[in-house]
């Protein structure tokens, strides 16, 4: 059997020049305010004397029960905006 080889013809590239379709395209100006944060949650942790061990306790616990202990602490001691 006899192996097919390639052809190495070249293939013709267009390439195209930049800033041609520039003048024909309008480009809006969109002036977006800043968006608050989702949710709209502020939390300043800032001043606490608090270790991680008050908080948490110092047994390992899983992460969604981290979160429970982080928003029953930060009700408690009103740290949110809310």
């Given amino acids: 059997m006899a192996v097919k080889k390639k052809s190495?013809?070249?293939k013709k590239t267009t390439?195209?020049?930049k800033g041609?379709?520039?003048?024909?395209k309008k480009t809006k100006?969109?002036?977006k305010t800043k968006?608050?944060?989702?949710g709209g949650y502020a939390i300043s942790f800032?001043?606490?004397k608090e270790t991680v061990e008050q908080v948490f306790g110092s047994k390992p616990i899983a992460p969604?029960?981290?979160t429970k202990k982080i928003w029953a602490f930060v009700k408690s001691k009103n740290?949110?905006?809310r």
């Fill in 8 to 10: 190495t013809a070249s």
């Fill in 15 to 17: 390439t195209k020049k």
């Fill in 20 to 24: 041609t379709k520039s003048s024909s």
């Fill in 29 to 31: 100006s969109t002036s």
């Fill in 35 to 38: 968006k608050p944060a989702f």
């Fill in 46 to 48: 800032s001043g606490r």
């Fill in 64 to 66: 969604s029960e981290m």
């Fill in 79 to 81: 740290l949110s905006n």
